[in-house]
């Protein structure tokens, strides 16, 4: 007869963990997207996620920690649903990567850049997260585009429809910019169509 081992909660406590580290992701980004940095404690993530101050900064050692992890997490869950999108031509793709500067992550990421500008430990972080971030979502856009950029100016063009992306974001911060948004998604769609082939 072999030795019978005993069960042990290992699993679920790593599931637990992970379920917990998850919940503090998704509500920091809620909560910078609603009240902005000066409004995001830590204790407010925490309530937020339905955990005790303790469990977050388990998790996450300092506020820095625990924003930019949460930035990050949303970007690549952003990354990995456009990266699933049917390929459904261009318009379709340009609404697509333009929703991603009119959502609640930016609108949290904003709020971190603009901490980020004012607090010296803060902009390293940050710095090298949206520079990250960009090369993803930049090599996003070339992938659902088709954009070929080996062609002169093909790569200027992607990026450039992602800044104008991004300041279609900056004008729907303060009001719902829906209507004008469609038609300029629209217009570029067609110029894209034109400069990429």
């Not at 940095?37 to 204790?43: E, K, N």
């Not at 388990?58 to 949460?70: G, I």
Request: aromatic share 4%; hydrophobic share 45%.
């Amino acid at each position: 007869m072999g030795v019978v081992t005993p069960p042990t909660d290992r699993t679920p406590k790593q599931d637990r963990s992970r379920a917990t580290r998850r919940r503090l992701l998704e509500a920091a980004v809620a909560c910078l997207a609603e009240h902005g940095w000066a409004g995001s404690t830590v204790s407010v993530v925490a309530e937020r996620a339905g955990v005790s101050r303790g469990a977050a900064q388990h998790h996450f050692p300092t506020r820095e920690d625990l924003f930019t992890a949460a930035v990050e997490y949303v970007a690549e869950e952003r990354s990995a649903a456009l990266r699933a999108l049917p390929v459904q031509g261009r318009t379709a793709v340009v609404a697509a990567l333009v929703d991603l500067y009119t959502g609640p992550l930016f609108r949290a990421a904003l709020q971190l850049w603009v901490a980020a500008s004012n607090e010296e430990q803060l902009r390293p972080r940050v710095t090298e997260l949206e520079a990250r971030v960009g090369r993803e979502t930049h090599r996003i856009a070339v992938e659902l585009l088709a954009a070929d950029e080996s062609r002169p100016g093909v790569r200027e063009t992607v990026q450039g429809f992602l800044d104008m992306a991004r300041g279609l974001g900056l004008a729907n911060v303060l009001t719902d910019d829906t209507a004008r948004r469609r038609r300029v998604v629209t217009q570029w769609a067609r110029l894209l169509d034109e400069a990429l082939g």
